[in-house]
T-cell receptor
Framework: DGGITQSPKYLFRKEGQNVTLSCEQN?????MYWYRQDPGQGLRLIYY???????QKGDIAEGYSVSREKKESFPLTVTSAQKNPTAFYLC?????????????FGEGSRLTVL | AQSVTQLGSHVSVSEGALVLLRCNYS??????LFWYVQYPNQGLQLLLK??????LVKGINGFEAEFKKSETSFHLTKPSAHMSDAAEYFC??????????????FGKGTKLSVKP
């Protein structure tokens, strides 16, 4: 089945450590996105990529980094510079450049800083 | 720039009652509008979308939404609530263009509770 796979589902991190969240899609979609979700705040865009080897900052990119070396993969690194990294992270993808289509979401990764 | 306002962070209805979740948008160009549903610890699933065709849009699980340009609204309704409808619902807007302007902007969500 086509879809988006995020891993790990749950992740615990000590303060000062970098962690990388995986996102893989087999939908052959061009665009991929990372969102952060906090209770009562909806979804906020961290980074997005509309083509391989290119990505742009979203609204809350500070303390995060991404890469897009392959069309199907868009990993997110949460660095030690992110002051409040505990959150639910969602990866999504969309077909096409005109952004008229809907986003397809993964199941999410919950990061907890100990 | 686009924005979305969802009125009511929590809505509670009885099983079998009408579900009405409110969404108002702001957009300087004709918008594309979406409703998503999220169950606990899961990703978001598309319920329905408006992309400038019919103003009354039917989605999955018996939900529908009506685009009203004069009211800048896109409220989500379901005639009869079911226990399985308990979830969080998100309204989102896009201007349909490419680049950053076309990214979806999400509302803060409305949690729907369904009482037996």
């Amino acid at each position: 089945d086509g879809g988006i796979t995020q891993s790990p589902k749950y992740l615990f991190r000590k303060e000062g450590q970098n962690v990388t969240l995986s996102c893989e899609q087999n939908l052959n979609h061009d665009a991929m996105y990372w969102y952060r979700q906090d209770p009562g705040q909806g979804l906020r865009l961290i980074y997005y990529s509309q083509i391989v080897n290119d990505f742009q900052k979203g609204d809350i990119a500070e303390g995060y980094s991404v890469s897009r070396e392959k069309k199907e993969s868009f990993p997110l690194t949460v660095t030690s510079a992110q002051k409040n990294p505990t959150a639910f992270y969602l990866c999504a993808s969309r077909q096409g450049a005109l952004n008229t289509g809907e986003l397809f979401f993964g199941e999410g990764s919950r990061l907890t800083v100990l | 720039a686009q924005s979305v306002t969802q009125l009511g962070s929590h809505v509670s209805v009885s099983e079998g009652a009408l579900v009405l979740l409110r969404c108002n948008y702001s957009s300087s160009v004709p918008p594309y509008l979406f409703w998503y549903v999220q169950y606990p610890n899961q990703g978001l699933q598309l319920l329905l979308k408006y992309t400038s065709a019919a103003t009354l849009v039917k989605g999955i699980n018996g939900f529908e939404a009506e685009f009203k340009k004069s009211e800048t609204s896109f409220h989500l309704t379901k005639p009869s609530a079911h226990m399985s409808d308990a979830a969080e619902y998100f309204c989102a807007v896009s201007d349909g263009y490419g680049g950053s302007q076309g990214n979806l902007i999400f509302g803060k969500g409305t949690k729907l509770s369904v009482k037996p």
